[in-house]
């Protein structure tokens, strides 16, 4: 009930295309589900987050996509850019639940 | 200062040693969070604190001790360490522990046990 399953565990996409990585969760408590960037060397960074009471959020070229009758949610890059390489993660929490994170996608996108 | 600071970056340390690991948040949070992140795993809760008490231990092995003097530093001690124990350790700040709020993590210590 607490684990965020992520996939896929890898993505490679070319410059300019469209990088979309899926989460889902089982507990229907959780109402915070924000997306992490990780580059390497460096901690998570706090990318774009979305709560339940809206199905999209855009910031730029990412979008969260949130379908939460499927209790799913997505992160999809738009114009993906060589600077987006790095690990994506998804997580999720409820008002007192700890933050639950997704095991990570490793995006690189070539030239 | 800015966020969230680590010190020191990277560790090197073998099984008998002694050492701690730094934490400084410079946001004005009340709550601070250790992760151990090892690869190809979900980010691993080891510890909370919210307003310098302790309100997490996510079952994790007593050879780990945290210590939080104020809301502004976190400490992790480290003794007799074991191999598997090698990882990146996050520390995390947020405004408090209530769910439903952005952590802002820092780089991480890079911690090899030999």
């Known amino acids: 009930q607490q684990q965020v399953k992520q996939s896929p565990q890898s993505l490679i996409v070319q410059k300019g295309g469209i990088s979309i990585i899926n989460c889902a969760y089982e507990n229907t408590a959780f109402d915070y589900f924000p997306w992490y960037q990780q580059f390497p060397g460096k901690g998570p960074a706090l990318l774009i987050a979305i709560r339940p009471d809206v199905s999209e959020k855009k910031e730029g070229r990412f979008t969260i996509s949130f379908n939460k009758s499927a209790k799913q949610f997505s992160l999809h890059i738009m114009d993906s850019q060589p600077g987006d390489s790095a690990t994506y993660f998804c997580a999720a929490t409820g008002n007192t639940d700890k933050l639950i994170f997704g095991t990570g996608t490793r995006l690189q996108v070539f030239p | 200062e800015t966020g969230v600071t680590q010190t020191p970056r990277h560790l090197v340390m073998g099984m008998t040693n002694k050492k701690s690991l730094k934490c400084e948040q410079h946001?004005?949070?009340?709550?601070m969070y250790w992760y151990k992140q090892s690869a190809k795993k979900p980010l691993e809760l080891m510890f909370v604190?919210?307003?310098?008490?302790?309100?997490e231990n996510n079952s994790v092995p007593s050879r780990f001790s945290p210590e939080c003097p104020n809301s502004s530093h976190l400490f992790l001690h480290l003794h007799t360490l074991q191999p598997e124990d090698s990882a990146l350790y996050l520390c995390?700040?947020?405004?408090?522990?209530?769910?439903?709020?952005?952590?802002?993590f820092g780089d991480g210590t890079r911690l090899s046990i030999l």
């Open positions: 604190y919210n307003f310098k008490e302790q309100t």
């Open positions: 946001l004005g949070h009340n709550a």
């Open positions: 995390a700040s947020s405004q408090d522990e209530q769910g439903g709020q952005p952590q802002h």
